[in-house]
């Protein structure tokens, strides 16, 4: 049988936890380590919507990527927004686990996933974990031949379902060096300029780093936080899928873009 704790052991291993920022939360956050666990939920961020989909369908464990609760709060109750969604979760004994940040950064993780859409080689971290040099924050890689930046958008597209993606255009040359850093990555932007980049692809930007960036040569991708992440949680659910025959295991169809274009 499948419980709680069984499930947020395998998922420490597979998700390497020591990979996760320092500022993140990650790993088993709400739950009863002795419950079973028989549906199982996958979610980019978890919504009040996505908690009545997943009362509505039984669901004992969601496995999200952005963390609930995120930052220590002080009390639980039905005046916050993130107070009435753990109210609701710990009522119907659903537990939440949250990799976030170590899925972005393992093998095989976000940024690597969009590093081999691209058919990027020659793939590192744009910052090393102290544990292994292979493993790290973001991911650098290159192109076999270069491309242009209409060339490299095309299979974005696809890879993200969207039909249009905000391109800022740097110098007028081809691209072989890529930097990724998915969801909100303008942390490692300084990096990218120092690895020598040609193009940043990360989820969003303020419009300062956009010029930072411009100014030193990079052209930008900014797909938007939620496509840059949202489709590794449907390639997580075929994974996870396969590894517990016991379990069943859906994808969440309320964790939408809260943005839209009118």
């Known amino acids: 049988m499948v419980t709680v704790k069984s499930m947020s052991t395998f998922l420490s291993t597979f998700f390497p936890l020591d990979l996760a920022e320092d500022w993140d939360n990650v790993g088993l956050l709400v739950g009863t380590e002795l419950q079973p666990v028989k549906k199982m939920m996958i979610c980019l961020t978890i919504t009040p919507e996505v908690v009545a989909e997943a009362i509505k369908n039984q669901i004992n464990f969601i496995l999200c990527h952005h963390p609930l609760p995120f930052v220590g709060i002080k009390r639980i109750t039905e005046a ?11 009522a119907a004994r659903i537990a939440v686990y949250s990799a976030h940040t170590a899925y972005d ?8 996933q969009i590093a081999h859409a691209l058919g990027l080689v020659s793939l590192k971290p744009l910052v090393a ?8 924050s973001g991911r650098m890689g290159y192109f076999k031949k270069p491309k242009s930046l209409e060339e ?4 974005l597209k696809e890879v993200f379902g969207l039909d249009q993606i905000n391109v800022v255009k740097g110098p007028d040359k081809p691209i072989e060096s890529i930097a990724i850093a998915c969801g909100s990555g303008v ?3 300084e990096r990218s300029i120092q690895l020598g980049s040609h193009l940043f692809i990360t989820g969003e930007m303020s419009f300062h780093n956009i010029l930072l960036a411009k100014g030193s040569g990079l052209s930008v991708i900014l797909p938007g936080h939620y496509a840059t992440e949202r489709f590794a949680m449907k390639t997580l659910a075929q994974r996870l899928e396969k590894d517990f025959s016991g379990v069943e295991v859906m994808l969440s169809e309320c964790d939408t873009d809260p943005g839209m274009y009118l």
Not at 80 to 89: F, K, P
Not at 105 to 112: K, P
């Open 80 to 90: 916050t927004y993130e107070g009435g969604m753990l109210l609701d979760l710990i």
């Open 105 to 112: 950064s393992m093998h095989g993780g976000i940024n690597e």
């Open 129 to 136: 974990s102290a544990k292994t040099i292979s493993m790290g």
């Open 152 to 155: 490299i958008v095309l299979p």
């Open 187 to 189: 942390k490692l932007l």
